[in-house]
DNA sequence: GCCGTTTTCGGCCCGACTGTTTTCAGTCG
């Protein structure tokens, strides 16, 4: 939320990835990494916290922490960041990420060799003084090597709609691996998360190691990492480069104790093997133990039901309140996508869109939807083709005739209005109030007074919900200079709703928001922004997140039938 | 460094794999 807590979750992680580079103990790092988790993940502003003297009540914020909290707010240092960074060139730190070499063998490497970063670990590589030290070996290196070609090619997080199309083809496949029974995405991609890291598919089957092998022929497959009969790892070719794709095959009686386990999240799994070890037993990706005994294993409801837990959904594992939720038997009955009633902001060809309003009518009816909402960009926003006045005004007449021929399923007449750099909308409000629904964002001047801008929009009475509130675009750009703390304040005050935009690179709110949003008693639209009837399909994402956010049904605008949106929106 | 109706000290999630080792350390998920 606030930069403070940012910078400090960043400082917390370095210091953690620093010491482990020093070779502390393992604990030590765990609780700094644990801090920059739970920092990151704060929808409060540190700052306030620490005025109120509330900082000792975050959970994983002990006496050690706070103080270094307290010092960096006061001073802007932290004496312990400098010492931890202190004696550990720039581009060390970086090479954590290289898989098959971790903290050991850098500091190894750096003592021995002076490795200080990328590039000179390539040359201790390739001249083989790093396979000559103590306890390294041909081997090791090797695999150090492929771990840089996998670092540089497609260590870059994959965005949710890429790896989910991924996945989709790759278990499309997998059904005619022989032997094969079931099949399930795992990891972060099945939390939904809106980037993954890589792609987990677990399954179970008779013969593994022909499963694994039939896996490792697929179609798309550029080289093959790994084959056993336990796990195989293959790159896949994709328009955005390769991308590697996990597969696990595990016996039957086994299946929910490894599906809990490899979907996590770390931080969630790590609660529950606590929580079972205070009952003395033990969780493992094979089951749960009782000594020798296997008391749980085939599926999840199990493997949560021993701990007295309902069973968690994917979304929300990640020790973020879950666990204490359900042990009071209070989850959150999340928002289902077969919930969602109408897609609230699509575009057509009369401005940047692609298809014609007839053929997105026709697409949300098969969609199953009571209602989509017709939103183009307005005169501003010239790069787009908005519209003017005369260009809406014709729109409104063809929704209305449109309105009049078709049946079971309404069309609302919209607009995405800007809000321009000196705060008016491209409208005027005799304009906007023959409009069903309007919905106001910011397409121009992003560094300009946004935040006064999005207030007086939100004080306009035909406005109805502010789109994309914070304009971050997930692999391109960090997203406005806004106060998003007012935003919501005045959302709340004048009724306004704020919008999910579903589109994969937005999304936006994101789930700390959206959380905060709904905790603070703001209702939410969900809406594709989608620019050709194939965007209307981003609405999945949009509810993934919406989940993430511990939305429920009644949190979401669009969830209401037509009948109630009418009442709701005049 | 955090945490606590079993502990204010002594724990802190678990198992597999690999490669380098004569019994284990490093890395991963």
């Known amino acids: 939320m606030s930069e403070k807590n940012k910078e400090l979750a960043y400082i917390f992680s370095r210091i953690g990835d620093a010491l482990e580079l020093k070779g502390e103990s393992s604990f030590r790092i765990i609780a700094y990494r644990k801090a920059a988790r739970i920092l990151e993940d704060l929808t409060e502003d540190i700052e306030v916290l620490a005025e109120k003297g509330k900082l000792r009540e975050i959970p994983g914020v002990g006496e050690g922490i706070a103080k270094k909290i307290e010092e960096y707010l006061k001073t802007g240092k932290m004496k312990k ?21 971790g903290a050991r063998t850098i500091h190894l490497a750096y003592k021995e060799l002076g490795v200080k970063d990328l590039q000179d670990l390539k040359r201790v590589i390739e001249d083989g003084s790093l396979a000559k030290l103590f ?10 090597k492929k ?26 496949y997998l059904k005619n691996a022989p032997g094969i029974s079931q099949i399930s995405p795992a990891g972060s991609l099945r939390r939904m998360k809106e980037t993954v890291g890589d792609i987990d598919i677990l399954a179970t089957g008779k013969n593994g190691r022909e499963i694994i092998e039939f896996f490792t022929r697929y179609p798309n497959v550029d080289r093959v990492l790994a084959s056993g009969k336990t796990k195989g790892s293959i790159m896949v070719k994709t328009e955005k480069g390769k991308k590697q794709v996990d597969l696990r095959i595990v016996e039957e009686n086994s299946y929910g104790a490894a599906l809990q386990y490899f979907t996590g999240s770390k931080a969630h799994n790590i609660r529950l093997r606590s929580m079972a070890k205070d009952k003395g037993l033990k969780i493992s990706e094979y089951g749960v133990f009782r000594g020798e005994e296997k008391i749980a294993g085939t599926t999840e409801e199990d493997i949560y039901k021993i701990l007295n837990l309902p069973w968690i959904p994917p ?51 098969l969609l199953g939807y009571e209602y989509i909402a017709i939103c183009d960009h307005s005169q501003s926003v010239k790069y787009a083709h908005g519209l003017t006045e005369d260009r809406l005004k014709r729109q409104i007449e063809e929704i209305e005739k449109l309105n009049e021929k078709i049946t079971g399923i309404k069309i609302l007449k919209g607009i995405e209005v800007d809000i321009l750099p000196d705060g008016k909308l491209d409208f005027s409000n005799e304009l906007l109030k023959q409009l069903d629904y309007v919905v106001a964002s910011i397409h121009i001047g992003f560094k300009k007074n946004v935040t006064e801008r999005m207030l007086s929009a939100l004080e306009n009475p035909y406005v109805h919900t502010l789109a994309h509130p914070t304009g971050r675009l997930i692999s391109k750009r960090e997203g406005y200079d806004v106060n998003l703390d007012k935003v919501f304040e005045a959302a709340l005050k004048n009724n306004k709703f704020l919008e999910l935009n579903a589109y994969y690179d937005r999304l936006d709110l994101n789930e700390i928001n959206l959380r905060k949003a709904k905790e603070m008693g703001i209702k939410i639209t969900i809406g594709t922004d989608a620019h050709h009837i194939g965007g209307m399909r981003m609405m999945r994402f949009g509810v993934g997140i919406a989940r993430r956010g511990w939305l429920e049904k009644k949190d979401v605008l669009n969830c209401l039938p037509y009948s109630e949106l009418k009442k709701v929106l005049a």
């Not at 994959?158 to 790759?170: C, G």
């Not at 038997?329 to 109408?342: A, R």
């Open 81 to 101: 960041y400098e010492e931890a960074l202190s004696g550990i060139p720039e581009g060390l730190l970086e090479l954590l990420e290289i898989q098959n070499l």
């Open 135 to 144: 306890g390294m070996g041909e081997k090791k290196v090797e695999n150090i």
């Open 147 to 172: 771990g840089i070609e996998i670092y540089e090619q497609a260590h870059e997080r994959i965005p949710i709609y890429e790896a989910l199309t991924i996945v989709e083809d790759v278990i499309e």
């Open 315 to 365: 979304e929300i594992r990640e020790d973020r309140g879950e666990i204490e939720s359900a042990l009071k038997n209070q989850l959150p009955d999340l928002v289902n996508y077969h919930d969602i009633k109408g897609d609230l902001h699509v575009h057509s060809n009369y401005s940047d869109g692609h298809s014609t309003i007839e053929e997105i009518v026709e697409h949300a009816k």
